[in-house]
T-cell receptor
């Protein structure tokens, strides 16, 4: 399978714990995006990378959130001191930096904070 | 600030009927528009991408139109099937590279 993959698919954690999610983009894609989707809503942009550089961050990305893409391949999204309001689906997408810029999404990580 | 709206939020049709899904956006300075399908609890599957210079795109039973000046796009699904039941999302890309999504239209096709 050469699509976008995310791990884990589901995560249940207690409030105050730290969690980390991983995204592996399509191999030739140099752009990688993180979005968050709450129930019944469309996804909201969090941040994006071109290669290893984080070029844009949403105001939704509070200081408890950090994202990295150390070698321009996979990316991690860490949430520190989780709150119940962090419960959501975290979606990763990737695209080329040229051409149509079509974004391809992974299956998502469903986070539940109890 | 770009805002994307999809009306209706939910739609139920009998099998075989054509589906018409609407998407409107407030800022016409877009680069492209994508339509996605999302099944419950799953990620997004890209259906069609329309560049800002294009008026429509077609793939099988799906046809999407774009009227950038009026800030509208329409997704047509011909001869709907129960397997078309899902949430359909539209998203626009502006110069900032992120996608701005609508809230989606939840579609139920009844056998």
């Amino acid at each position: 399978d050469t699509g976008v993959s995310q791990d884990p698919r589901h995560k249940i954690t207690k409030r105050g714990q730290n969690v980390t999610f991983r995204c592996d983009p399509i191999s030739e894609h140099n752009r990688l995006y993180w979005y968050r989707q709450t129930l019944g809503q469309g996804p909201e942009f969090l941040t994006y990378f071109q290669n290893e550089a984080q070029l844009e961050k949403s105001r939704l990305l509070s200081d408890r959130f950090s994202a990295e893409r150390p070698k321009g391949s996979f990316s991690t999204l860490e949430i520190q001191r989780t709150e119940q309001g962090d419960s959501a689906m975290y979606l990763c997408a990737s695209s080329l930096a040229v051409g149509g810029y079509e974004q391809y999404f992974g299956p998502g990580t469903r986070l539940t904070v109890t | 600030k770009q805002e994307v709206t999809q009306i209706p939020a939910a739609l139920s049709v009998p099998e075989g009927e054509n589906l018409v899904l609407n998407c409107s956006f407030t800022d016409s300075a877009i680069y492209n528009l994508q339509w996605f399908r999302q099944d419950p609890g799953k990620g997004l599957t890209s259906l069609l991408l329309i560049q800002s210079s294009q008026r429509e795109q077609t793939s099988g039973r799906l046809n999407a139109s774009l009227d950038k000046s009026s800030g509208r796009s329409t997704l047509y699904i011909a001869a709907s099937q129960p397997g078309d039941s899902a949430t359909y999302l539209c998203a626009v890309k502006a110069a900032g590279n992120k996608l701005t999504f609508g809230g989606g239209t939840r579609v139920l096709v009844k056998p």
